[in-house]
């Protein structure tokens, strides 16, 4: 057990040197001039979220840009993520806009809720946090479910209003009476 601890400590320290360096050499994050294979899932300067939008070209052909919106991330910025975690969330770089209806697919949540996704991705994780909150579901414990249940789980979030166990109480508190903040960034 002791020697899985030391692996994961390992490999967090890599991520983070890995990820750090890539962000010093890639400078100010500014949307509007990412290349739309990084777009998604990046956070500016600023701390807002970029985001693909699409648009019908003189020719008449779909074109898709990168844009800044107005949503802002406590604590994040310049921020490019990662392939890996991207892969490891079951995340699309390529999706346009930002929504939640990912939220309904089993596998999406699946790969959402893994620990690896989950620990060690939090840009990602604080996204969805918000995204399911606005749609009235509490992650961690859609995460819980999905873990223990997760026919469950979809059944909850698909059910109209019923979803009382995959919903967040009206006072901010967890099922144990404990403040369940969205998941911290990683600095």
Known sequence: MAM?????????VLFLALTFSFQVCLGEVDCENLPKNQCAFAISKDGKRCLIE????????????????????EGITDWIETDECVKACGADRNA??????????????SKLCS???????PNIVDLYFNLAAGENVFLPQLC??????????MVQLMSSGNAD??????TGENMVGELAPAPAPMN
């Not at 346009?96 to 949540?109: A, H, K, P, T």
């Open 4 to 12: 899985s601890f030391q692996f994961s400590k390992i490999q967090l």
């Open 165 to 170: 166990e995959a919903m967040a109480p009206s």
């Open 144 to 153: 819980e479910d999905q873990r223990t249940n997760p026919r469950r789980a």
């Open 115 to 121: 620990p690896y996704c989950y620990q060690n991705c």
């Open 54 to 73: 699409n648009y019908i070209a003189k020719d008449g052909k779909t074109e898709y840009q990168c844009r800044t919106s107005e949503v802002v991330v």
């Open 96 to 109: 346009v806009g930002i929504s939640s209806d990912s939220l309904m697919e089993s596998q999406f949540v």
